[in-house]
């Protein structure tokens, strides 16, 4: 009796190869990130969606005082949108587009803020889509908030727990981080020309278990953008302040001129006033001799 | 008497106008309507104010400069008020064609205030150094207002009321060329109170 030359691998070898396999690719997994994500919405994107457009060259901007701003998110042009809706929603985008609008409101010679439904922009709309709701809406200036959002998990070396099943719903081996900008781009529409902009960042790291990591990630994504967006009306309030000693010390960097139409008013400034009423002082107490 | 009427039509008549703000439309510096034969406005413009603060800040400094004038040159504010008033509406429309509406006594209170530092410093002593603080102190306000972009950026009360600093250069310049031109100047005021008090002081040594 001959015994069989190729005989068919046992039960055993079968487990023993399988539990291998799956041991490298466990191993495998700790060194690579588990899962990545990206949100974005952009203004190049917007404002230069094709390459071969040719770049539209800016002027020097003429400001005709006072000044109507509109403020918009720029459209994104992926499906990136659908997560910033889900984890910024409605109610704290107008919040943010509220606090945006205070902070021009504050401006002297901004006159009207309009808010601007994402709908009214197209993706990759660009300047003549400004140049539309200049037309439309009597915008001159626009304000335009992006974002930009990235994601990603790292299981770490004491993710070999998974191993036994309960491992993943218990320790939280799992390295979340959630990177967030938001930035409000200013443009002056005629002129084409970016007026300056303001960002806010956001960062986030936790951990947590394989089995709440999709949930916890929802929830970091939405701190992340809240605090990308205080961090954003923290900015716009110091970089309004420069914007405006820019265009008294740089006279060059903006013409300034009234808006055809205006109301004008003489006033008396304060200093001046008080000064006339302090030699009015010295001169009632110092009488002619 | 002369000084509560300074405080008569640059205080009370502004407060009351601003107390009546449905004769604004009528009486508002408006170029459509000058231009279409309503004249009066070329003076009534400069009564109507935009806001409490734009009213309180000329109120109080052309009741305080104007009552001073007064006690040096008796009828000299009446004068220059109505010469200068229509003068500075016109210039305006001349020289700021963007210009739409118009409002603010500032423009004829720098003229008074050029006015009352010509007046004190025609005379001596310490009245001719604070005339002297007064030109220069004037001359800081229109050189701030020329500064590029300064009064356009400057803060106003209603954003859509933009500081225009045209009538202030135009009531200062009327003031100085009515005040130095010509030998015997528009301006100029037949008595002023110095000469009055020499004149006082010399008639009763002469009944000592």
Redesign the interface.
């Known amino acids: 009796m001959e015994s069989d030359p190729s005989p068919t691998p046992t039960p055993r070898v079968i487990a023993i190869t399988a539990l291998l396999v799956l041991l490298i690719v466990a191993l495998t997994g700790c060194a690579m990130p588990s899962h990545s994500s990206h949100q974005s919405s952009s203004v190049v994107q917007f404002l230069y969606p094709t390459d071969d457009r040719p770049l539209v060259a800016p002027q020097i901007p003429t400001l005709r005082l006072p000044l109507t701003v509109g403020l918009a998110f720029a459209p994104s042009a992926g499906h990136g949108a659908r997560g910033f809706n889900q984890n910024f929603p409605e109610a704290r985008q107008q919040e943010l587009l509220e606090d945006v609008a205070a902070q021009f409101r504050s401006l002297a010679f901004v006159d009207n803020i309009q808010v601007i439904p994402t709908t009214y922009l197209r993706p990759g709309g660009g300047f003549e889509n400004l140049d539309q709701l200049k037309s439309l809406m009597g915008v001159d200036v626009i304000a335009l908030i992006a974002y930009d959002q990235a994601q990603s998990s790292i299981d770490d070396e004491a993710s070999i727990i998974y191993w036994t099943i309960i491992g993943s719903y218990i320790f939280p081996t799992r390295k979340n981080e959630t990177h967030t900008l938001m930035e409000a781009v200013v443009y002056d529409i005629s002129s084409r020309s970016l007026l300056f902009r303001a960002p806010g960042v956001s960062s986030v790291r936790d951990r947590n278990t394989l089995m709440g990591s999709a949930d916890e990630l929802s929830k970091d994504s939405a701190h992340s953008f809240i605090a990308a967006a205080d961090d954003l009306s923290t900015n716009l309030k110091t970089e309004l302040d420069r914007f405006q000693v820019r265009l008294r010390e740089e006279p060059e960097s903006a013409h300034i001129e009234h808006r055809p139409g205006y109301t004008g008013a003489g006033s008396i400034e304060g200093w001046f006033g008080a000064g006339l009423l302090l030699l009015g002082l010295a001169r009632w107490i110092r009488p002619t001799a | 008497m002369m000084r509560q009427f300074s405080v008569f039509i640059f205080g009370i008549l502004s407060i009351l106008l601003a107390a009546l703000p449905h004769y604004h439309n009528a009486l508002l510096f408006d170029r459509t309507a000058i231009l279409g034969g309503q004249f009066w406005r070329l003076w009534t413009g400069?009564w109507i104010?935009?806001s409490p603060s734009?009213l309180l800040?000329?109120v109080?400094?052309?009741s305080?400069?104007g009552a001073?004038l007064e006690a040096r040159q008796p009828g000299l504010l009446l004068r220059y008020t109505a010469v200068a008033a229509p003068a500075i509406s016109v210039g305006?429309l001349v020289l700021?064609p963007?210009?739409?509406?118009?409002?603010?006594?500032?423009?004829l209170?720098?003229g008074m205030?050029a006015l009352l530092g010509i007046t004190l410093c025609r005379?001596r002593?310490?009245?001719r150094t604070?005339g002297v603080?007064?030109l220069v102190?004037l001359t800081a306000?229109l050189l701030?207002d020329l500064?590029?972009?300064?009064a356009?950026?400057?803060?106003?009360d209603l954003?859509?009321?933009?500081?225009?600093?045209?009538?202030?250069l135009l009531g200062t310049l009327l003031a100085v060329i009515g005040n130095l031109a010509g030998p015997k100047p528009f301006f100029a005021g037949r008595i002023s109170e110095?000469q009055f008090d020499k004149s006082r002081n010399l008639r009763s040594r002469h009944q000592l």
């Open positions: 400069h104010h935009f734009h800040w000329n109080v400094a052309l305080f400069t001073w305006l700021e963007h210009l739409i509406t118009y409002g603010g006594l500032s423009g209170g720098t205030v005379s002593g310490f009245d604070i603080s007064t102190l306000k701030h500064i590029p972009g300064t356009l950026l400057s803060r106003f954003p859509a009321v933009q500081a225009s600093t045209t009538a202030h110095d």
